[in-house]
């Protein structure tokens, strides 16, 4: 022993020397001795761990221990532990507890504290959280040395809130860690990945133990409601990620806690859904309203609150009615909300408590239309199936069973009253939704919910209902008597049993059976709504036994069973009904029959009949708002329109009344939709029909309207008019629409059928007149002008004989207005004004002329004019006509501004049409008066004026300012002008009316945008174009001028007079550059203008003139002739009036023409006369009347047309003598010189025809290019058969044979005169001819004379084809050959069917007559 302590101290010493290995190698010497020494196993220890061997050391401090568990060791062993740092930390809390026990048991309380103490710290400071929150096991009540440091260690409860707050941290970052890790694997969905970590780390976690200890520990009440929450939060949320087998146990704690909360009222919402929510009772009424008080009252802002509070205070509700309370705190949403609610929402949330159904129905569907609460759902079904709101229902239960079914998979709980009755709602639902079709969906529900309570009252109902839908009464009653076999007391089956009774006919029996259930109903105090109701049954059933006026009028009979039932439940809407058709049928108390019919409807949109009455009693006041109401609410009952399938008729009056107001309300569309509507569910519903073709007619849709008249048409027709009231309505309307869509015949005589019937229809009357006026109007724009004056006169004939009083109307004077108006467009019948007609008519109901003082100041117009009697010369009864329509006109558009004086549109449309009036007088006066502005301009200006005083904001009153005044005030102008396109700036006729302006004021440029802006306005407008080609003219551009002109004409009405004069002029000028595609066929469209315009102004003898120049060219002699004997008669009866220079002049141009005209004819000697007074009116050239340029060539045309005419009179002398002179004034003008040659050639002598050749000669040096004087000298070279001559001349014509300036006509003449010389010539064979004729075609092989000649000379029909083919491709639009040279094209295939075509194209010519007979004779 001594030798052990020996070396013992030894050990010491080597220790205290830091011998380490020394000290090593004696402990091992002395435990190689004694192994049981515990100091050299401590000695050991300690020299390992200093020589940095931890494991060695702690080996033999373990060795140390199991000795003796002595403190020495355990400091030791600590020491080791803090060198290894976090590693070692678990040994380390183990050796701390071990030592701190050691020194509990040492009753060394400082030094046991201290161990704990400093452990901790170095978890804290050495080790992650998890090693500290295990660290911190040691201080908590569990530990075995917290008995010996309670009161000197934190509070448990501080501690475990330490640990809390730890733990939500870490497993909220290792779930976000796991969750993105996971998510990037191929396949990984991010719900079943939250899924899959939630659950691994919430089931794994130890915070919902913490948190348990934490409630149990804290002394702080609010510290321990809060951690409650979390741990009711914790454990649900855990329950939402458990799986399925474990979910439970998990959920009786989730409930268990969340009822605890609820019982001490501690307004966690959480809490309070899952007590709430989860409960399953079977009937509504079975939750404690105690309860679902207290949950309003804390959450007034839930969804849940609004549904709840909306159903307690309804009738319908089985609880106590609740009134407003002063609301709780609000309520803590979540642990995580740190901020207050009404810094947020604007102050402390309130309840609200619906007063109103409205109000109530809102709140309710506010707050189901966000919630997923079952109990939300299962209240509001039973609401919705209350209101038979069944639409709703079937949606809203769908999503209900959704609900609970991803409910019952979240939490494990299984709703099945909640299953129950949302199958019993929606089985409801669909007995009634779309029905039949749903009908086996709900056979299916109700049998399902049979299966689990085979007592189901609801559910056997649904079943009978479903049979009562479909009209299968008995199998209804079958089944029901079935179910009460099995429960005999249901007194709401019996109920039904009794009523399909009823409703199969048997009402004698449905009688006796409701009968018998009214006094157990009394006694088992049934529900008001079921007592009401069978109450009201017995009532239908009495009321249906006995249908005589006594029996219904009684009040012991079915009178007093339907308030009995208002008694039982005020709010029943069938009673209301019944009571309001006894009042109105038998009782005659309308005013208690609408009240009961608006309370009916009120309360139940099903109510059709009571619907139906209450509209048609608003119709009848014309109260058609509420007539909309009461409709669109029958139409949004889902009533009217019965599902496929159905043995139900639709409701089709709902729809018609709601377009019938919309009509009114003149919203087309909607009403349109509406009447459609209609008639799907009925077909055959006149009325309908009506309506919906007034619709169409309303919103512009003329084609449908016509077809929906039409349609209500054929009812009329097998249909007793008594049925149907008044039809002529449609009649009217047809004539409205064929109005509109121009047919205006139509429309006339449908109003002429209505008039004839109904005469004394004032709005009929008057929308005749409109319409012949309008269709007269459009009869001048089509240039119908004699059915136009036809048309104007019997709308003047009609208003004098009508028998309504339309004479203080403005469209009745305004249609009298037009309609003179007419005959002052048509000048050339205004001999067939009705005068007389109109003087009766401005005498109508005119008391005085106060009626036609309006203007008289500034115009002087009167009745004077219309009045006056008497004869007048011819020459002036034109004016006198014309002066008398104007003023018609202008008088009838004053009277009426007269009668419109209360009306103030009326009146400034009245202003602008006798606007227009005045300045239509203006512009009929002489050329020499409209020079200054007239009487009748200053009024129009005045008139537009007034008229844009009354409506400022039309455009068209500043378009027609700015017109009249254009010549006046140009300023003025431009301004109404762009005032009138600030209001419209699409307006054509403005942009129009504006370049005409600026070509006024030789702003070309401006001209050009305005015009340019109009075409893109309206590409139809005509006045646009024509503008433009007057610009074109200021620029030089004739061409151009001339095919905007031309397209002006083809656009252009009828009526308009200023493209009717253009575009012959511009067209005439064009001739005279003498164009070489001009044909004939081009002159007819200026002839037509021409002729048009006569009728539209007869007195404008230039243009008469004018158009005798193209008669000319037409070779319309005698109309030409007429023409201008006419205009010279006029011309001259001017001139001996007024002695003009001008007169002169034109009357000598017009006798120049006229001789022509008579030279065409063959009134030879006439041509002559005419042509000598020509010569003598232009013979003095000391006058002014004609220009040089004019008298040359009139000077000209005179002995031109003289000397023909004495050449065909046989005096050829004095023909001659005509040529010399006319050759003599004109300088030698070819072309006379041509016919001078011919002329002395026929006198056939040596002298003559020696002149003809010289003055030929003299041509030909002149100008080597005129081809007529060549062909005639080739001619007479070989008539003479001078091969000098033939020779020259045949070089010159080879030389123009090939120039692109002869015409094809004389490409056809010089193809003869070729032929001719090779026929003629000595040497000239058939070979040679025909190489002319191919030569001919060669060169110009689109033209037809080349192969008809060929086809002559060769007889052969290939020829004669190709100048048939030939020739149809030179026609107009193609080309420009005429009728007589298709004409021969078709003559020479001397075919039969082609030589009746060329006598059906030009029967004028021999050709086609010739071939017909040729083909006739060799047949």
């Not at 060791?73 to 183990?94: F, V």
């Not at 992650?128 to 917290?146: F, G, K, M």
């Not at 011309?1131 to 023409?1153: G, Q």
């Amino acid at each position: 022993m001594a030798s052990i302590k020996a070396s013992l101290k030894a050990i010491n010493d080597a220790i205290r020397q830091q011998k380490w290995d020394d000290a090593v190698g004696l402990a091992e010497n002395v435990i190689g001795r004694d192994p049981n020494s515990y100091q050299a196993h401590v000695f050991k220890a300690f020299a390992l761990d200093q020589k940095n061997q931890p494991e060695l050391a702690e080996t033999a401090y373990n060795t140390a221990i199991g000795i003796r568990s002595d403190a020495q060791a355990w400091q030791g062993l600590i020491k080791l532990y803090e060198k290894q740092g976090p590693k070692a930390l678990q040994k380390y809390q183990l050796a701390a507890l071990k030592l701190a026990e050691i020194f509990r048991d040492m009753n060394e309380m400082y030094k046991c504290q201290d161990v704990v103490d400093k452990f901790i710290d170095f978890a804290r400071a050495r080790g992650d959280r998890a090693q500290y929150v295990e660290a911190l096991q040691l201080i908590l009540p569990h530990s075995p040395i917290y008995p010996a440091l309670e009161g000197r260690v934190p509070h448990p409860a501080k501690t475990y809130e330490t640990i809390a707050q730890i733990l939500e941290i870490d497993e909220k970052k290792r779930i976000n860690t796991l969750i993105g890790e996971r998510r990037t694997r191929l396949g990984a969905k991010i719900n079943e990945v939250t899924l899959e970590v939630n659950r691994e780390v919430l089931c794994q976690s130890q915070i919902g133990g913490i948190y348990e200890q934490l409630t149990l520990w804290t002394q702080d009440d609010d510290v321990r409601r809060h951690y409650e929450e979390k741990l009711l939060q914790f454990r649900y949320d855990r329950l939402l990620v458990t799986p399925a087998p474990d979910k439970p146990a998990e959920l009786q704690v989730v409930q268990k806690l969340a009822n605890d909360m609820v019982i001490i009222k501690h307004p966690f919402k959480l809490a309070w859904d899952i007590a709430v929510e989860w409960q399953d009772h079977k009937e509504i009424k079975d939750w404690d309203v105690n309860v679902l008080n207290e949950y309003c009252s804390f959450f007034p802002d839930s969804d849940l609150y609004r549904v709840l509070t909306g159903f307690m205070t309804s009738d319908l509700s089985p609880f106590p009615k609740r009134e407003a309370e002063t609301p709780a705190p609000p309520a803590r949403a979540s642990e995580t909300d740190d901020e207050s609610e009404d810094d947020e929402d604007g102050g402390a949330p309130t309840s609200v408590v619906p007063y109103t159904d409205e109000d109530r129905l809102l709140m309710m569907t506010e707050g189901i239309s966000t919630t997923n609460s079952l109990l939300a759902h299962r209240v509001m079904g039973e609401y919705y199936q209350h209101l038979e709101e069944y639409e709703s229902n079937v949606e809203l239960m769908r999503k209900a069973m959704q609900i609970m079914l991803a409910e019952t998979e979240k939490t494990g709980k299984i709703f099945t009253n909640a299953n129950q009755s949302f199958m019993l709602y929606l089985g409801t639902a669909l007995v009634f939704y779309q029905s039949p079709r749903n009908h086996s969906e709900a056979k299916f529900l109700f049998d399902k919910v049979l299966e689990v309570d085979p007592t189901s009252t609801s559910a056997m109902i649904g079943v009978g209902l479903i049979y009562e839908e479909e009209e299968e009464f008995d199998q209804a009653i079958k089944f029901l008597e079935q179910a009460l076999k099995d429960e005999s007391g249901n007194l709401r089956v019996q109920a039904e049993v009794g009523w399909l009774y009823a409703l199969k006919g048997d009402y004698t029996r449905g009688k006796a059976e409701l009968e018998t259930l009214l006094q157990p109903m009394v006694r088992a105090a049934v529900s008001k709504d079921l007592l009401a109701q069978t109450q009201f049954r017995l009532g239908s059933c009495i009321w249906n036994l006995d249908p005589s006026k006594a029996a219904r009028k009684s009040r012991n009979g079915a009178y007093a069973c339907f308030l009995d039932a208002l008694k039982s439940n005020f709010n029943y809407a069938p009673a209301y009904s019944s009571l309001g058709v006894y009042y109105e049928d038998y009782a005659k108390d309308k005013k208690r029959a609408r009240r009961c019919f608006l309370k009916a409807v009120e309360l139940s949109s099903a109510e059709v009949e009571s619907a139906e009455r209450l509209a048609r009693s608003f119709a009848d006041d014309g109260d058609w708002d509420r007539v909309e109401l009461v409709a669109q609410r029958v139409v949004d009952s889902g009533k009217v329109r019965p599902p496929p399938g159905s043995k139900k008729k639709g409701i089709s009056w709902p729809l018609s009344a709601l377009g019938v107001a919309e009509l009114n309300k003149q919203d087309y569309a909607k009403a349109i939709v509406s009447f459609q509507q209609a008639l799907r569910i009925a077909p055959e519903d006149y009325y309908s029909w009506v309506g919906l073709g007034e619709s169409y007619h309303n919103s512009g849709r003329y084609i449908a309207a016509t077809k929906a008249i039409q349609n209500a048409q054929k009812f009329e027709e097998p249909t007793d008019s008594n049925k149907l009231g008044d039809t002529w309505f449609t009649k009217y309307m047809l004539a409205n629409v064929k109005r509109e869509l121009g047919e205006f015949d139509d429309a006339v005589a449908l109003y002429q059928e209505v008039i004839s019937d109904r005469p004394e229809e004032e709005g009929v009357a008057i929308a005749l007149m409109q319409t012949m006026v309008e269709s007269a109007s459009d009869s001048v724009e089509k240039g119908l002008f004699g059915k136009s004056i036809e048309l104007a006169t019997g709308a003047l004939s009609f208003a004098l004989a009508s028998e309504t009083n339309m004479a203080n109307t403005f469209n009745f004077w305004k249609s009298v207005g037009d309609s003179c108006s007419i005959f002052a467009s048509v000048q050339s019948r205004i001999h067939d004004f009705p005068t007389d007609n109109v003087r009766k008519l401005l005498d109508l109901d005119a008391k005085d002329d106060s009626a036609y003082t309006v203007m008289a100041d500034v115009d002087n117009v009167g009745k004077e004019v219309i009045l006056a009697e008497g004869k007048f010369p011819d020459d002036e009864k034109l004016g006198v006509e014309l002066t008398r329509v104007l003023h018609a006109a202008i008088l009838a558009h004053k009277r009426a501004i007269y009668v419109s004086a209360d009306d103030v549109h009326a009146q400034a449309v009245a202003y602008y049409n006798l606007g227009w009036a005045e300045n239509r007088a203006h512009l009929c006066l002489p050329a020499q008066l409209r020079t200054q502005s007239s009487r009748y301009q200053k009024a129009a200006v005045r008139c537009f004026k007034r008229a844009i005083e009354l409506e400022a904001g039309n455009p068209e009153f500043w378009n027609s300012l700015g017109v009249v005044t254009s010549e006046i005030n140009p300023s003025v102008a431009q301004h109404a002008f762009v005032r009138s396109l600030f209001l419209n700036e699409r307006s054509a006729h403005a942009w129009s009316n504006l370049g005409a302006l600026a070509l006024l004021q030789n702003d070309i440029k401006l001209a050009n945008e305005a015009f340019t802006r109009a075409q893109s306005n309206d590409p139809d407008y005509s006045h646009s174009w024509l503008g433009q080609g007057f610009v074109a003219l200021l620029y030089g551009d004739t061409k151009e001028a001339l095919g905007l002109f031309t397209h002006a004409m083809d656009i252009s009405e009828s009526s308009s007079s200023l493209t009717r004069r253009q575009y012959p002029t511009s067209l005439f000028d064009h001739i005279l550059s003498d164009p070489s595609n001009l044909s004939v066929a081009s002159l007819i469209q200026p002839l037509f203008a021409l002729g048009q315009l006569r009728r539209l102004d007869s007195q404008n003898i230039a243009y008469h003139h004018l158009a005798t120049l193209y008669q000319e060219r037409t070779n319309d002699s005698l109309e030409a002739i007429d023409t201008l004997e006419k205009a010279c008669e006029k011309l001259e009866a001017n001139y001996e009036a007024t002695e003009s220079a001008e007169s002169l002049a034109k009357f000598a141009l017009a006798k120049t023409d006229l001789a022509r005209s008579y030279l065409s004819a063959g009134e030879y000697a006439k041509a002559t006369d005419c042509g000598e007074m020509a010569l003598q009116l232009s013979s003095d050239e000391s006058t002014n009347e004609l220009t040089a340029e004019q008298r040359q060539k009139a000077r000209l045309s005179a002995h031109l047309t003289g000397g023909l005419a004495e050449y065909f009179s046989k005096n050829i002398e004095a023909a001659v003598s005509y040529f010399e002179a006319a050759l003599g004034e004109s300088n030698g003008n070819p072309d006379a010189v041509c016919v001078l040659a011919q002329m002395l050639w026929a006198i056939n002598t040596d002298e003559a025809r020696e002149r003809a050749r010289t003055i030929l000669f003299e041509v030909i040096e002149k100008d080597s290019s005129h081809i007529q004087s060549v062909l005639l000298l080739g001619i007479i070279a070989l008539l003479d058969e001078d091969e000098e001559s033939l020779d020259a001349v045949v070089s010159e014509l080879q030389v123009l044979r090939t120039s692109d300036k002869v015409t094809d006509a004389e490409h056809s003449r010089i193809g003869e005169v070729f032929r001719a010389v090779a026929a003629l010539s000595e040497n000239g064979t058939e070979s040679d001819i025909l190489t002319q004729l191919q030569t001919d075609i060669m060169l110009y092989p689109h033209l037809p004379h080349g192969w008809s000649r060929l086809a002559e000379f060769s007889g052969e029909e290939y020829p004669a084809d190709m100048a048939l083919q030939v020739a149809l491709k030179a026609i107009p639009p193609r080309g420009e050959l005429g009728a007589v040279d298709l004409a021969d094209a078709y003559a020479g295939t001397r075919k039969a069917a082609d030589a009746q075509t060329a006598i059906f194209i030009a029967p004028w010519t021999s050709s086609g007559w010739e071939s017909l007979g040729s083909a006739v004779a060799s047949a």
